[in-house]
């Protein structure tokens, strides 16, 4: 039964302390001053007070409040819709295993299984150092990399069981660990920070960008009549059968070397239309003609 049915109305959620309320009054002031209706701010804001207490609180709800001119219920029923918005604290470090259709059948339910083990917690709960959040996710568009761990919502690529049991050690014992592609790791406050609007400073952020990698540009490539490069994933040599021991696949190339009929070492070889000529490309023909 809660405080308000036994008739004991909850208290409000407490202030920052003034001087981080000083501060972050600064921030969102320049954070709303980017949107022509204040409201549009406030997933930017929810990200900001994430920044500040590692998740959103009763209090950063009311700062949003306050701060946009809405009430704290309007404030709530969006942080409770977006899953990026934590309700409670948690690691340092966001662990998600991406456990979409692609990636679970490439060994994320696996990886996700083997973590949930080796860490001794269980989907959205936190090791007892404080260092890691384990929780299992949705596709974050990156199939052509599954299995896919997503750390901050920094992409660590191609994982196997070992990989990721690999990862979250380094990640507890806090040695450096750098993701596949994109902008060097960072806390989760401080990625929160980034999420809000305010510029990555780090050296070497900004030129790492985000672009997609070649495997993602392979059918790009196909289509144009260039010959798409290979990609050896060197992890998955350990945990799957070499190449030419599967059905229905070639040897595997080295190391850098395009295979010599797919383009990614994840496909099975092609079948297309060209290469089926009883089922040619091109529009259907309409019936009759
Ligand atoms: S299914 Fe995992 S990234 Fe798409």
Redesign the pocket.
Request: hydrophobic share 40%; with cysteine; aromatic share 6%.
């Given at each position: 039964m809660s405080d308000v049915q036994l008739g004991m109305p909850r208290l409000p959620a407490p202030d920052y302390p003034a001087d981080v309320r000083a501060r972050l009054d600064a921030d969102a002031r320049e954070v709303i001053s980017r949107y022509p209706d204040s409201r549009s701010a406030l997933l930017p804001l929810l990200h900001l007070v994430q920044s500040e207490e590692g998740h959103v609180t009763r209090t950063g709800v009311r700062f949003c409040a306050e701060q946009l001119g809405l009430t704290t219920a309007e404030v709530t029923a969006v942080a409770t819709f977006y899953t990026m918005y934590r309700r409670k604290p948690s690691g340092d470090y966001q662990v998600g295993v991406?456990t979409?259709?692609?990636?679970?059948v490439m060994g994320?339910d696996a990886i996700f299984d083997a973590l949930k083990e080796h860490l001794r917690v269980g989907n959205g709960e936190t090791t007892p150092d404080g260092k890691v959040t384990l929780e299992h996710i949705e596709?974050?568009?990156?199939?052509d990399?599954?299995?896919?761990l997503m750390v901050n919502w920094e992409f660590f690529d191609n994982q196997t069981v070992e990989s990721a049991t690999a990862l979250v050690d380094d990640l507890r014992a806090g040695r450096a660990v750098a993701p596949t592609r994109g902008a060097p790791l960072c806390t989760y406050k401080e990625t929160a920070r980034i999420l809000a609007g305010f510029p990555d400073e780090r050296p070497g952020a900004v030129e790492a960008g985000g672009g997609a990698g070649p495997a993602s540009l392979a059918g790009l490539r196909l289509a144009k009549g260039e010959s798409a490069p290979g990609r050896v994933v060197a992890p998955r040599a350990a945990a799957r059968p070499a190449a030419e021991d599967r059905p229905g696949t070639g040897p595997r190339p080295a190391a850098g070397e395009a295979p010599a009929t797919h383009p990614s070492s994840h496909d099975a070889p092609q079948q297309t239309s060209a290469s089926d000529p009883s089922n040619p490309a091109g529009p259907a023909a309409e019936e009759g003609e």
């Open positions: 991406c979409n259709t692609l990636c679970a994320g596709c974050n568009a990156a199939c990399y599954a299995p896919v």
